[in-house]
Nanobody, 124 residues
Framework: QDRLVESGGGLVQAGDSLRLSCVAS????????MGWFRQAPGKERELVAS????????NYLDAVKGRFTISRDNAKNILYLQMNNLKPDDTAVYYC?????????????????WGQGTQVTVSS
């Protein structure tokens, strides 16, 4: 069964670091672009970062550039999001998703599979 399961969220202080993981099962992972999205209370879901199928290309939300790093380990079917220097505005539920495309993409409608999310809360 194709599924994505996120983990690694938690409650941290501003300036702290956190690494999120997304473990994939099924056949979709190695040939698909992947993305991390987040949704804060009362706000729309937004793309945080995306990565191509082989990790060769990445894209980031401007607000997280220089602080967050997306990576993947295709041998283990795991997607990562390293988050450094966290800010209160980073507070959200973070979701991983697998794209229909091999390339990195910010188009939400291209993502076929979604995880259930992991909560990240950053206090001042």
């Amino acid at each position: 069964q194709d599924r994505l399961v996120e983990s690694g969220g938690g409650l941290v202080q501003a300036g702290d670091s956190l690494r999120l993981s997304c473990v994939a099962s099924g056949r979709m992972f190695s040939n698909n672009g992947m993305g991390w999205f987040r949704q804060a209370p009362g706000k729309e879901r937004e793309l945080v970062a995306s990565i191509s199928w082989n990790g060769g290309n990445t894209n980031y939300l401007d607000a997280v550039k220089g602080r967050f790093t997306i990576s993947r380990d295709n041998a283990k079917n795991i997607l990562y999001l390293q988050m450094n220097n966290l800010k209160p505005d980073d507070t959200a539920v973070y979701y991983c998703a697998a794209s229909r495309l091999a390339a990195a993409t910010g188009a939400m409608n291209m993502y076929r599979y979604w995880g259930q999310g992991t909560q990240v809360t950053v206090s001042s």
